[in-house]
């Protein structure tokens, strides 16, 4: 069984109750869940203060043992606060030494990020305590999905997906969308060129979505990439004024502006049902009118 030491950089998990109920769910199935104490943590709306959420990540550092998880107990917003003084260094000598496996996703995408881009560090795009482990019911396909990625080297994602027929390889990364665009002209956001660029959202209206994908456009940065994968927009419906402007009518615009494949439909993001994704790994990306496939490596794994 694992270990799960728990991080809350962001926001205050406003739902204990489910924090609980993942905590609960990991203990059931056998793993051990470190550090606790942090759930109930307050202020404001922060899931503490400034101090204490920055020694959650810097205390990665010192965190001894092999095979730990570190999972974020939610999302929010928060983690940007902590750019300046995370200590990105010796974070990248602990990955060196005895790699940790880093997931979560939302608002602690730029964490993530920034270790990509100062250090090359990998991480894992994926659920987080509250919303995913402390859903009322777990989603199989999550769970399933989320162990297939910490337990092999090379594993595959498959999915039914839209798109132009593609064949490409590259570095996988990116997150949640709104926190990639926060990065854009920082150090945190990884300079890379011909990759595979994975995005998702939350509540965001299809106009918000392609406002920030054309910013990325207009920067340059989507048409250095191999391919773009869209995954959940979860909360994205159109209204009465939008007379018919979608989040598909968005996508396929897009599509007419951008020089490189877009590939929709992913589960990947605030979804229940989401896979987990190493960003940074390597990954070949495969689609056609068979449908869309993904295989992924380099990524730091559980060792038996």
């Given at each position: ?18 924090a ?16 606790q ?19 959650d990540?810097?205390?990665?550092t ?22 300046e ?8 000598r602990?990955?060196?030494e ?8 939302s608002d ?13 560090v ?5 659920p987080?305590l ?12 999550t ?27 590259g ?8 926190m990639?665009?926060?990065?854009v ?23 918000r ?17 191999k391919?773009i994968?869209?995954g959940s ?11 018919g ?7 396929d ?14 589960d ?24 869309s ?12």
């Amino acid at each position: 069984m694992s270990q799960f030491h728990l991080v809350a950089p962001s926001g205050y998990c406003i739902n204990q109750e489910a924090a609980q109920r993942g905590v609960q769910r990991l203990l059931a199935d056998g793993h051990q869940v470190q550090n606790q104490t942090i759930i109930p943590r307050r202020q404001q709306r922060f899931a503490g203060s400034e101090a204490q959420r920055l020694m959650d990540i810097n205390a990665l550092t010192q965190l001894a043992g092999a095979n730990q998880i570190v999972m974020a107990v939610r999302g929010g917003y928060g983690a940007s606060r902590l750019l300046e003084q995370i200590d990105w260094q010796g974070l990248a000598r602990r990955q060196r030494e005895q790699p940790l496996l880093i997931c979560g996703h939302s608002d602690f995408t730029v964490i993530q990020l920034g270790l990509l881009a100062l250090h090359n560090v990998i991480t894992f795009s994926g659920p987080m305590l509250a919303g995913n482990f402390g859903a009322p019911e777990m989603n199989a396909f999550t769970v399933d999905q989320f162990w297939r990625a910490l337990n092999n080297s090379t594993y595959y994602v498959e999915w039914q997906g839209d798109g132009p027929d593609t064949e490409c390889t590259g570095q996988l990364w990116g997150g949640n969308l709104a926190m990639l665009v926060s990065l854009v002209g920082t150090r945190w956001l990884p300079a890379i060129e011909n990759g595979i660029l994975v995005l998702e959202d939350i509540n965001e209206h299809p106009f918000r979505v392609e406002r920030m994908l054309l910013q990325l456009h207009h920067a340059g940065i989507l048409d250095r990439q191999k391919a773009i994968v869209l995954g959940s927009f979860s909360g994205s419906a159109a209204n009465d004024y939008d007379a018919g402007y979608d989040l598909a009518t968005m996508i396929d615009y897009l599509r007419a502006r951008v020089s490189v494949p877009i590939i929709s439909g992913l589960d990947f993001g605030h979804e229940q049902q989401t896979v987990t994704l190493p960003l940074g790994a390597q990954a070949t990306l495969k689609h056609n009118a068979n449908g869309s496939h993904l295989t992924l490596s380099g990524h730091p794994v559980i060792n038996r």
